[in-house]
């Protein structure tokens, strides 16, 4: 059974703080990527990454960056919080080619609140 | 500007009837379609797709149509079911390992 886990599903945090998130999978997928999730916007990319230490951009990569040390491993990190980074934010993987379509397995998500 | 919209941001639907949930696009230089489900506290999960040279698929109650000349697709459940009350999430698939979403619907269907 494929997983993606991401290690918090509800934080707090004070606006300036380092927030860490991590996503975990288990598929032995090549790509990896962070999205966030707000009412209306839908998900939205910020960053990706399709092999271990490399990292591309998204749509919304201002004021996040990540990590991605081993190839299960995709972290995302807020340098210095703010409160407009209250969101959902959900991991998800996939193989590097499909014969087919590009289906992406999520994680449950994280739920940030930033004071 | 969204590439990909779904304008409708609720739907309200009887049990046993069917859902109709609609998403417009502005790129058409893309391979697939898929839609997305998405429950509280939970991350998306894969639906169905169509993929860019036909025009509908089928999938036991789900059915989605594609509309190249309108660059409209639609997914049709039916019947619903109070276990279908969701948000759904239609994506594009441009086969570069990456997909663009719609803002997404919110569906409720009355017992």
């Known amino acids: 059974d494929v997983k993606v886990t991401q290690s918090s599903r509800y934080l707090v945090k004070r606006t300036g703080e380092k927030v860490f998130l991590e996503c975990v999978?288990?598929?032995d997928h090549e790509n990896m990527f962070w999205y966030r999730q707000d009412?209306?916007?839908g998900l939205r990319l910020i960053y990706f990454s399709y092999d271990v230490k490399m990292k591309e951009k998204g749509d919304i990569p201002e004021g996040y960056s990540v990590s991605r040390e081993k190839k299960e491993r995709f972290s995302l990190i807020l340098e210095s919080a703010s409160t407009?980074?209250?969101s959902m934010y959900l991991c998800a993987s996939s193989e590097k080619t499909s014969k087919y379509y590009n289906e992406q397995f999520f994680g449950p998500g994280t739920r940030l609140t930033v004071l | 500007d969204q590439q990909v919209k779904q304008n409708s941001p609720s739907l309200s639907v009887q049990e046993g009837r069917i859902s109709i949930l609609n998403c417009d696009y502005t790129n058409?230089?893309?391979d697939y379609f898929l839609w997305y489900k998405k429950y509280p506290a939970e991350g998306p999960t894969f639906l169905i797709s169509i993929s860019s040279i036909k025009d509908k698929n089928e999938d036991g109650r789900f059915t989605v149509f594609l509309n190249k000349?309108?660059?409209?697709?639609?997914l049709h459940?039916?019947?619903s079911q109070p276990g279908d009350s969701a948000v759904y999430f239609c994506a594009q698939d441009n086969a570069g390992n990456m997909l663009t979403f719609g803002g997404g619907t919110r569906l409720m269907v009355k017992p």
């Open chain 1, 25 to 27: 999978q288990d598929m």
């Open chain 1, 39 to 41: 009412p209306g916007l």
């Open chain 1, 84 to 86: 407009n980074q209250t």
């Open chain 2, 28 to 30: 058409s230089m893309f």
């Open chain 2, 69 to 74: 000349s309108a660059k409209h697709l639609s």
């Open chain 2, 77 to 79: 459940i039916v019947p």
